[in-house]
């Protein structure tokens, strides 16, 4: 199996850069509880991946059971479209639902995010325009077009798209919602954030004990952000580690970590993991991880799969960029030339581990060409 690349942080612990903390996260769990089709994503046991990889304790927290879509996504661009749609005064579901204001919201996507985006303005009452990178899964595609939201297919990549986007919501008097910065645009982006904190909220309140270490897959980074800043001061005293997982086709939060400076990766970032071919990073996210996570991560498309096909053996539907934290977890236990990482990073029988499932499979057939039977999976050990 292709090798893991991956980078140690020396910016770590400098330039402190919280950009959700653990109040920020509370308020948005608040804001979706008011919701009237609010319910919790489950805390997932992995016992086998426990035994098999030697490690104390293996907990997921599922996104793909998250309500709608099934994936963590909705929770961002929700609170950022509410926030646009109640601009000042305290932020309800209650309140968002009954704005008079009605606003056309342009994004782009390559599935997850661009969903999340149309299943929401229909609830609200509100239009979107989507835009997705060449390439794109059909199933996802017309996912989005199901909800009654303007789709299409462009020829250019993920961040080219939102440069688009961006150009089209400025010439239509529209709103761009996007959870990546650009210059002269961070106010969305940070609410989109601030979204994010609420699984982190969810999940401080089921576990039982803080996790030693944390892994967070990421695309521009703003989730993995996000989640490092909150759930460090949910947990606190406790300390943890910070591992970040993104795709190997588009490393550029390992390479501005090495550099200690953004860096860009351009082309066109081919992987199995659609949702992490970024090449830009989110500079508020960036700045939130150089000063929480220790270490970064290219993972090939291999340990992914691999990933997804071990979370279904533990009656886990994980997508292809839902199950990267989990690939990188498996490659530090397994692969030999990784063992100074899982040694300088302190994984073993001790450890206790925490993981993301951002996405349920919204590709289907790539899930049963890499998993196998999509349906039948056992119930979830959940908590």
């Known amino acids: 199996?292709?090798?893991?690349?991956?980078?140690?942080?020396?910016?770590?612990?400098?330039?402190?850069?919280?950009?959700?903390?653990?109040?920020?996260?509370?308020?948005?769990?608040?804001?979706?509880r008011g919701a009237p089709f609010y319910s919790p994503s489950p805390l997932v046991r992995l016992a086998g991946a426990e035994r098999s990889l030697g490690l104390g304790e293996v907990w997921l927290k599922d996104e793909g059971r998250r309500f709608g879509p099934g994936s963590f996504k909705l929770l961002g661009a929700g609170y950022a479209m509410a926030r646009a749609l109640v601009p000042e005064g305290p932020l309800s579901w209650e309140r968002a639902a009954a704005s008079p204001r009605r606003l056309r919201f342009f994004t782009a996507t390559d599935g997850n995010h661009g969903r999340a985006v149309a299943w929401l303005a229909r609830r609200l009452g509100q239009r979107a325009r989507v835009l997705m990178p060449a390439g794109s899964s059909r199933e996802r595609f017309e996912a989005i077009a199901a909800e009654?939201?303007?789709?299409?297919?462009?020829?250019?990549?993920?961040?080219?798209?939102?440069?688009?986007?961006?150009?089209?919501?400025?010439?239509?008097?529209?709103?761009?919602?996007?959870?990546?910065?650009?210059?002269?645009?961070?106010?969305?982006?940070l609410e989109i954030m601030r979204g994010y904190g609420a699984l982190c909220a969810e999940a401080r309140e089921q576990l039982s004990e803080a996790?030693?270490?944390?892994?967070?897959?990421?695309?521009?980074?703003?989730?993995?952000?996000?989640?490092?800043?909150?759930?460090?001061?949910?947990?606190?005293?406790?300390?943890?580690?910070?591992?970040?997982?993104?795709?190997?086709?588009?490393?550029?939060?390992?390479?501005s970590a090495a550099a200690g400076e953004r860096r860009v990766v351009g082309g066109e970032l081919k992987t199995i993991m659609a949702g992490l071919a970024c090449g830009e990073p989110c500079d508020i996210g960036l700045r939130s991880l150089m000063y929480r996570a220790g270490y970064f991560a290219a993972l090939p498309d291999a340990w992914a799969a691999e990933a997804m096909r071990s979370l279904a053996r533990e009656g886990v539907t994980a997508g292809e960029s839902g199950a990267a934290g989990c690939g990188l977890l498996l490659a530090l236990m397994r692969a030999p030339e990784l063992r100074e990482l899982r040694e300088a990073a302190g994984l073993n029988e001790h450890s206790r581990v925490l993981l993301f499932n951002t996405e349920t499979a919204t590709d289907r057939e790539n899930y049963r060409a890499i998993v196998g039977n999509f349906a039948g999976h056992p119930a979830s050990n959940a908590v």
Not at 14 to 27: H, L, M
Not at 157 to 168: G, P, S, T
Not at 173 to 179: A, C, I, K, R, S
């Open 1 to 32: 199996m292709d090798s893991v690349r991956y980078a140690a942080n020396p910016r770590l612990g400098k330039d402190e850069f919280t950009p959700v903390g653990a109040a920020a996260a509370r308020e948005a769990l608040a804001f979706w």
């Open 148 to 189: 009654g939201t303007e789709v299409s297919v462009e020829d250019a990549n993920y961040d080219e798209c939102v440069r688009r986007a961006r150009r089209m919501a400025d010439e239509g008097g529209g709103v761009l919602l996007q959870d990546t910065t650009l210059p002269g645009y961070e106010a969305l982006p």
């Open 211 to 255: 996790p030693t270490h944390v892994i967070l897959q990421a695309g521009v980074g703003s989730f993995a952000g996000a989640a490092a800043g909150a759930l460090a001061e949910l947990c606190a005293p406790a300390e943890m580690t910070f591992m970040v997982a993104e795709c190997a086709a588009a490393p550029c939060l390992m390479l």
